[in-house]
């Protein structure tokens, strides 16, 4: 499985703005789709998930009610929309695809290249 991100970009805190993730490949299997980010000078962390079929979703206590993940099966996409984003947001984002969340969780699985979140203040 491949995974292509992008949607990253400058925005000022309280902005907007979209990420989306493009799986091609062995893309048949029911995959768990997530976001994990990594700012400067600190570990990756969780961002959110979601299941194959798009009925459980998880997210981070600090995104929680801010993001929202989603996917679109039939083009192989996860999305991940971003509210009222605040600096401590800034990262490079990552897109990640894994057979569970707790394989998914644990960094195990397909990874994409990665796209950079700038939020200024």
């Known amino acids: 499985v491949q995974l292509q991100a992008s949607g990253g970009g400058l925005v000022q805190a309280g902005d907007s703005l979209r990420l989306s993730c493009a799986a091609s490949g062995s893309t048949r299997g029911s995959y768990v789709m997530g976001w994990f980010r990594q700012a400067p000078r600190k570990e990756r962390e969780f961002v959110a998930d979601?299941?194959?079929?798009?009925?459980?979703?998880s997210y981070a206590d600090s995104v929680k009610g801010r993001f929202t993940i989603s996917r679109d099966r039939a083009k192989s996409t996860v999305y991940l929309q971003m509210n009222t984003l605040k600096p401590e947001d800034t990262a490079v984002y990552y897109c990640?695809?894994?057979?569970?969340?707790?394989?998914?969780?644990?960094?195990?699985?397909?990874w994409g290249q990665g796209t950079l979140v700038t939020v200024s203040s």
């Open positions: 990640t695809a894994s057979p569970s969340q707790v394989t998914l969780r644990r960094g195990s699985g397909f």
């Open positions: 979601i299941t194959w079929s798009g009925g459980s979703t």
